[in-house]
């Protein structure tokens, strides 16, 4: 098993929008093998409090030894930030000044082979984030309609050849159980014609990106996720959010630009009719924040990642 390292993105990028203040309680609610985490705690001092959170239960065993000697109090809880007001509840903690979320698989975990995110090499299918979860890909793959496998290659992983693919599934099924990542990639070869090979990524990146989001519940939860942020955050607390692909993305871009927005009426209406709707947040960051090219240089797996903020009023 490898060691559970991890290259926070956008590093200084998140310090800057986030600026936490001596004395401040920080939520990392994907805090991963810790990376962020220990420079948000490294903010927020002596008196102040971090909250790594992780669904993952060898992301929080590597946060806890790269926590050890952090100048603040830490706590570290097991469960998904879809939950994060409930979880912060039963910690008696009911608010806190920042949170911190890094949407998506990390790099941990697509280098852990036998958790079958990965499909440069044969391993179960699998792709659960949390290993407690009762459905696997393997079990999407299997039990799914042919309509409905289109439907999420379509709509998670955004690939033209979803519908070509569902169907090589369905008939490769028909002969046998499809359980490895190795037969999934030799199904989708077989499915994307040659000339669609040779251009792009490999041709097995965006369905598996749609496995992955559909067994994790992905979508679902972030957008969960971000209600439960602005609920726990205190008056002029801020609120970060990373994310690697357009889905996530527009997500929180909608949320945020909902958020942000005052009365919701037409211009053109003599009288409000939205009872006076006030905004929730200030948009911290109008457009997102991209790496750097020095960062890219050092990190390639950067290269999708996109850093949105708010500040809650």
């Known amino acids: 098993m490898r060691v559970f390292a991890h290259q926070p993105v956008l590093l200084n990028e998140v310090l800057a929008v986030l600026a936490v203040q001596p004395g401040e309680i ?4 994907t805090v991963g093998g810790g990376g962020h985490a220990r420079r948000l705690a490294e ?8 909250i790594g959170l992780d669904q993952d239960e060898m992301a929080l065993a590597a946060a806890e030894e ?11 809880l097991r469960g998904n930030f879809r939950r994060l007001d ?20 990390s790099s941990h975990q697509l280098d852990e082979e036998e958790r079958g995110f990965t499909y440069r090499t044969d391993a179960p299918l699998d792709m659960r984030m949390d290993r407690s979860l009762r459905r696997t890909a393997a079990d999407l793959v299997r039990e799914l309609s042919q309509e409905e496998l289109t439907r999420i290659i379509r709509e998670y992983g955004e ?10 599934i369905v008939k490769e099924r028909q002969k046998g159980s499809i359980t490895t990542t190795g037969q999934l990639v030799q199904i989708i070869k077989a499915a994307v014609p040659a000339g669609a090979r040779r251009e792009g990524p490999h041709p097995a990146r965006r369905t598996f990106q749609a496995l992955r989001i559909a067994v994790n519940e992905e979508l ?16 002029g607390g801020r609120l970060a959010v990373i994310t690697f692909h357009s889905l996530e993305d527009r997500i929180v871009k909608e949320r945020f630009r909902d958020w942000a927005r005052d009365c919701t009426c037409p211009k053109e209406w003599p009288v409000c009719q939205c009872g006076g709707k006030e905004s929730k947040v200030e948009l911290i960051t109008r457009k997102p924040l991209l790496p750097s090219k020095e960062e890219l240089a050092e990190n390639p797996r950067a290269r999708s990642a996109k850093l949105r903020a708010v500040r809650k009023r």
Not at 43 to 50: I, K, N, P, T, V
Not at 220 to 235: E, F, H, N
């Open 220 to 235: 679902d939860a972030l957008s969960q996720g971000l209600d439960a942020a602005l609920k726990v955050l205190r008056p």
């Open 86 to 105: 409930l979880l912060l509840s039963l910690a008696e903690i009911p608010q806190v000044d920042v949170v911190l979320m890094d949407i998506g698989v």
């Open 66 to 76: 790269a926590l050890t000697g952090a100048p603040c109090r830490v706590k570290l």
């Open 159 to 168: 690939e033209r050849w979803a519908a070509r693919i569902a169907e090589f």
């Open 43 to 50: 903010c927020a001092g002596s008196d102040g409090m971090l």
């Open 26 to 29: 920080c939520v990392d609610a």
